[in-house]
């Protein structure tokens, strides 16, 4: 796939997902969300990774999730850097229009238990169309932990195209389930 079919996937993918009306986007994210409190790679996570999502995304942050310590990226000239927040109001509106951590607050080290990573799409091998930015690529590429994708069943595509820099998830997660992706991922679990 050349780079113009990716990005003409990408404004497919958006286009699905602002078609979502912002109820069952608000529905879809709260069943997600019910899905990840049974996880157990969830339950057992004291650290981890989350994002704030975008109007179009599934938001996993309402209600605020109590008992792990969260850490949040923030946009640092092309890349994610990692910070401990323990409230919503040490998130503040920063680039592209996300809540990101305030300035000042503690920077971690690129690992926890488990990091919720988001996309435009994904497929059932744990490959990610992002938004084009390599930001996520970047992150997930220095990561250490279980990464898992969260999107709405719209956004599970047959195949994501891949190219040798992009970086995959071992699970994801939709309002229907959650799936092992490839081969050898560690640890194997899927919750239908």
């Known amino acids: ?12 993918m958006r286009d699905i997902l602002c078609d979502l009306s912002p109820a069952l986007r608000a529905s879809q994210s709260a069943k997600i969300r ?5 996880w157990t790679h969830w339950l057992d996570a004291g650290l981890a990774c989350v994002f704030s999502p975008m109007a179009t995304e599934p ?16 946009v640092d000239g092309e890349c994610l850097r990692l ?3 323990e409230t919503r109001t040490q998130l503040q509106l920063g680039a592209f229009s996300l809540r990101e951590p305030v300035a000042g607050l503690p920077e971690m080290e690129k690992k ?5 990573v988001p996309a435009l799409a994904f497929d059932r091998s744990g490959r990610r169309l992002g938004r084009g930015g390599g930001y996520y690529d970047r992150l997930l590429g220095q990561f250490e ?12 595509l ?3 195209p891949s190219e040798s820099h992009d970086v995959g998830v ?17 640890p194997s679990d899927s919750v239908g």
């Open 34 to 38: 019910s899905r990840l409190d049974a």
């Open 59 to 74: 938001d996993i942050l309402n209600p605020w999730p109590h008992g792990k310590k969260l850490i949040f990226p923030r």
């Open 145 to 156: 932990g279980v990464r898992v994708g969260v999107c709405f069943e719209e956004q599970i």
């Open 1 to 12: 796939m050349n780079v113009d079919e990716k990005q003409r996937l990408r404004w497919e």
């Open 170 to 186: 071992h699970f994801v997660i939709t309002p229907a389930g959650i799936f092992p992706c490839g081969a050898g991922n560690t």
């Open 112 to 116: 926890a238990d488990v990091i919720l």
């Open 83 to 85: 910070h401990h927040v």
């Open 158 to 160: 047959p195949e994501v």
